[in-house]
């Protein structure tokens, strides 16, 4: 499974970007998406996450009611709408994508996941 994450950039503080992960490959394994974010200096840190089977979805405290993750079957294709961005947004956003294990790992850890795309930049800043 290949990933390629796009979308960022530069926005202003409460402005919005809507970011991409593009699959490809060996897709029909995969049953859930995840967004993580990292700092210079600081761990990845998990953002958001969506699993194929009843839809469930996922969101750390500090983006709640703020991110929206959501997904298009027919283009393999997660979406992280992020509104009201903040400074402390900023950082290298990740997409990964996880396929069935033996034993079940929460979708909020970043061993759940696979697959890994290449990450991409948001910056917020006035």
């Known amino acids: 499974v290949q990933l390629q994450a796009s979308g960022g950039g530069l926005v202003q503080p409460g402005g919005s970007l809507r970011l991409s992960c593009a699959a490809s490959g060996r897709t029909f394994n995969v049953n859930g998406m995840g967004w993580f974010r990292q700092t210079p200096g600081k761990e990845r840190v998990f953002v958001s996450a969506?699993?194929?089977?009843?839809?469930?979805?996922y969101y750390a405290d500090s983006v709640k009611g703020r991110f929206t993750i959501s997904r298009d079957n027919a283009k393999n294709t997660v979406y992280l709408q992020m509104n009201n961005l903040k400074p402390e947004d900023t950082a290298v956003y990740y997409c990964?994508?996880?396929?069935?294990?033996?034993?079940?790992?929460?979708?909020?850890?970043?061993?759940?996941?696979?697959?890994w795309g290449q990450g991409t930049l948001v910056t917020v800043s006035s």
């Open positions: 969506i699993q194929w089977s009843g839809v469930r979805l």
């Open positions: 990964a994508a996880r396929v069935p294990r033996p034993q079940s790992v929460p979708s909020t850890k970043m061993d759940a996941y696979s697959y």
